[in-house]
């Protein structure tokens, strides 16, 4: 496409370059989800770009490496979860928590701050019921036009996978938990 | 398992805690197998662990997000490639750079300097025939114990699959290329 295209110049679809905020959702059971969604927002982070993330199981207290490595660089990282307790009966602590979460996503999305926010475990709480799918596609079709917005987790609902743009699924080939007993080793799995 | 257990004390294989460095690898045709290794070295970083990446496709001339990224945080990413060229005739060049990388590679896990090393796009050298794929393996079983090797990229070699720990195929179930004919968005995707 020429620098100064005549006005009557109009580009193939397939060639415009549109430029606009992707919705990406890392799925499915394999390893690599929530790691390639922070890889996204270090790759992004070094371009300049604003960015922050929202972990919706993972707790303020605990440590974990994406969470240092953030604190190191000033990327914002909530934690609004308090870990994987989902075998406790009283899951409205959780549910709440979540609910908590989202409300601070839905202002970070709207606030027009951020390039590349990041909502990490997202699809838990939505397919427990505790966040509405309808209020989450609303929210992203309202969101900033260069916005980008990733999610992470387990069975993403299908009509959030309907709405993304680009949906990944991680699959499992092999896994040294189950087929060596070698337990998770850090700085690499947490 | 106690803090000093008798002498006579052996743990059941399965509650072992074994610590050793794995090996890891992103296939597939999706998304997501370079970010998530440069999210897992983050992570490791965040942990003050020492990490490296080479890169055998993308040149040193081009300014990825995520070797801007590695810049800012001072991590060693050495990009050996000449960025996609495979259309020309003259592959003469691609050989001896990914030989090259390679050489620094090996160079780099004998080092015993490095917690986390990603070799990424790794997958395509070997598949060309450029790179023995027994001489990888040789390299990667007689390596530090306690580093860990993230290998990228498509059509991984089985004999390497065969090797490694964890192995993680992505795959695409929808793109925002193909389906939409959007572009490639900086930051998001490169």
């Known amino acids: 496409m020429p620098k100064n295209p005549p006005e009557s110049f109009t580009p193939p679809p397939n060639l415009t370059r549109e430029r606009r905020g992707l919705t990406v959702i890392n799925t499915g059971n394999g390893k690599g989800k929530s790691t ?3 890889g996204t927002m270090l790759r992004a982070w070094g371009r300049g770009m604003n960015v922050c993330a929202v972990q919706f199981i993972k707790s303020e207290k605990s440590m974990y490496g994406e969470q240092m490595a953030a604190e190191k660089l000033g990327i914002d990282i909530i934690a609004s979860g308090r870990g994987f307790t989902w075998t406790s009966k009283d899951l409205s602590e959780d549910e709440s928590r979540a609910q908590h979460g989202w409300a601070l996503a839905k202002e970070k999305i709207e606030s027009g701050e951020y390039d590349v926010i990041v909502l990490d475990e997202f699809t838990y709480p939505i397919t427990y019921g505790w966040i509405d799918v309808e209020d989450v596609i609303e929210c992203l079709k309202n969101r900033p036009e260069m916005l980008h917005v990733i999610v992470t987790g387990r069975d ?11 949906v990944t699924e991680m699959n499992e080939i092999k896994h040294p938990y189950r087929d060596q007993g070698i ?4 700085g690499v799995e947490f």
């Open 36 to 38: 390639a969604a922070f």
């Open 156 to 166: 993403a609902d299908t009509k959030i996978v309907e709405y993304a743009d680009l």
């Open 183 to 186: 337990p998770a080793q850090k």
